[in-house]
C-alpha cells in the first residue's frame, strides 16, 4: 500500500479518526444523518447543522477538526462560513455535484472535493487520505 496504513492486520475502522471533532454542514437531514454516522463509525465525533448560519454558530463556540460541507447546486460556501474554517485550521471536504468539481477545488485548493452522496466508506476514506484496496 503507498499510502494509509501500513498493514490491514488488527485494523479497527473506528481508529481511522478517532478524536476527531467533525462538523456535518447539509439541509438535507438524511444525507446529514448518513455522513454523521459514517464519521463516527470511523471515530470521529459529528455535529449536524443545517445550515450555513447554524455553521458559523458552531464553528464560534466549539472546536472541530473537520468539516463536511454539502453545497446544493449552484450555492456557494459562505464567506463567514469558510473565513472560520480557515481561521481555525479545519480540514475542509466539500459535497457538491460533479459539474461544480474543477470549479470548487480552483476555488478552495485546500479543501477535498467529493460528490455530493459519496458513499460513507469512500467518504471516510477521502478524509484520511487511505486507499481503499
Not at 455522513?35 to 463516527?40: F, M, S
Not at 449536524?48 to 458559523?56: E, K, S
Request: charged letters at 25%; hydrophobic letters at 50%; zero cysteines.
Amino acid at each position: 500500500m503507498t499510502t494509509g496504513l501500513d498493514s490491514f492486520d488488527n485494523f479497527a475502522w473506528a481508529s481511522l479518526l478517532a478524536g476527531s471533532e467533525a462538523l456535518v454542514v447539509d439541509q438535507d437531514a438524511r444525507r446529514a444523518m448518513r455522513t454523521a454516522n459514517a464519521l463516527e463509525e470511523a471515530g470521529a465525533r459529528a455535529t449536524i447543522v443545517p445550515d450555513r448560519a447554524t455553521a458559523l454558530d458552531r464553528l464560534l463556540r466549539r472546536r472541530f477538526s473537520l468539516a463536511v460541507v454539502s453545497l446544493e447546486p449552484g450555492a456557494p460556501l459562505d464567506g463567514d462560513v469558510e473565513e472560520a474554517l480557515a481561521v481555525a485550521g479545519i480540514r475542509l471536504m466539500l459535497l457538491a455535484e460533479p459539474a461544480r468539481h474543477e470549479h470548487l477545488r480552483m476555488t478552495y485548493p485546500y479543501a477535498a472535493v467529493a460528490t455530493i452522496g459519496l458513499s460513507e466508506r469512500a467518504l471516510v476514506m477521502l478524509l484520511t487520505g487511505t486507499r481503499d484496496e
